[in-house]
């Protein structure tokens, strides 16, 4: 029988993180409270397919109340998005519902026209089609999932989000770095994790997933692919490792792990993001130490807007 997980560890787990940064009784809370209440959902625009003036025009006219992001043109948010959900702005793929953290990820890796991509871990498509949007399908982009049924999902979801720069493989992840050593202009790892951002304690369902087990399983897979992630990459290029968790396993000691390999090769660029709710990575915790240049990385603090999320980039030195 699967051990049932407790809230009371999920919340003392988040604790023991805030109680690392030495926040305020009411900061931390302030995370604690953000896994038991809605987030505003978002979406962007799918340049790809329409433009924002003529979706803009469209939503009103549905009276679908939008608010703009200040940080990105295509991007904003909607207090309910069902009704957006099931519009036909959907379903032909003239816009995408993606929380902002995630958006963020995709538009921090600043992929390039004519740049060769790789997403690494791209199922279901969502961030590798806002980078084939940014590279005004101009390019290449290499898309990667070893998940069968996944895998065809992203296939039918790039097609209706007229993504035409990108090839899909259905392939494990760790073994891309050895057959593509050093292809790449820009790689984006949006890691599989124990998906922490997606628990709502009110709802015993949606952490009965979650473990200490699954955290370190993850960690373990997450080491290799960044590996993999960073042995494609060109000199000079840059790549993203991201995640939808708090969990210093999942995040610092993976990025960490990435430089006790190859520290003399690459420098943890110091991300400066669009937003205040963030935190710089952690050098210590729970009696683990890490490089001093995981301060660069961001750890965005959940709020109504944004999901739980770790964001790195890493830029490969020419040799």
């Known amino acids: 029988m699967a051990k049932i997980i407790s809230s009371d560890l999920i919340k003392e787990t988040l604790t023991a993180i805030c109680d690392a940064y030495s926040l305020s009784v009411g900061a931390s809370q302030g995370v604690i409270d953000s896994f038991y209440n809605d987030k505003l959902s978002a979406f962007r625009v799918n340049t790809l397919k329409a433009s924002i003036a003529d979706v803009l025009a469209g939503l009103k006219s549905n009276s679908i109340e939008v ?60 961030k590798t089609s806002f980078i084939a949007a940014m590279m005004q399908n101009n390019g290449r982009i290499s898309a990667v999932e070893p998940v069968k049924d996944r895998y065809f999902r992203m296939m039918a ?34 890691a599989p994790c124990s998906s922490m951002a997606q628990i709502d304690l009110r709802e015993a369902d949606s952490y009965s997933h979650w473990s200490m087990k699954k955290v370190k399983e993850c960690s373990r897979k997450q080491k290799q692919l960044i590996l993999s992630a960073f042995e494609s990459l060109k000199p000079g290029g840059e790549m993203i490792y991201s995640t939808c968790s708090w969990m210093v396993e999942e995040n610092e000691e993976v990025v960490n792990h990435l430089l006790n390999e190859y520290s003399d090769q690459l420098e943890v660029v110091d991300l400066d993001l669009p937003i205040e709710n963030y935190l710089p990575g952690l050098t210590n915790y729970n009696n683990a130490s890490y490089h001093e240049a995981i301060t660069k990385t961001r750890r965005i603090i959940p709020n109504q807007w944004y999901e739980a999320f770790y964001i790195a980039k890493i830029r490969k030195l020419i040799r």
């Open 157 to 190: 979801n790039l097609k209706s989000l007229g993504v035409t720069i990108c090839k899909c493989y259905q392939k494990d992840g760790r073994v891309v770095g050895k057959l593509c050593k050093e292809w790449f202009d820009k790689v984006l790892l949006d």
């Open 67 to 126: 608010s703009p992001i200040n940080w990105s043109d295509i991007s904003y948010t909607l207090k309910d998005k069902s009704l957006l959900s099931r519009s036909s702005f959907t379903r032909d793929g003239l816009v995408y519902i993606q929380n902002l953290s995630s958006q963020l990820t995709a538009l921090l890796l600043d992929a390039k026209p004519d740049e060769f991509v790789l997403d690494l871990a791209a199922a279901p498509g969502g």
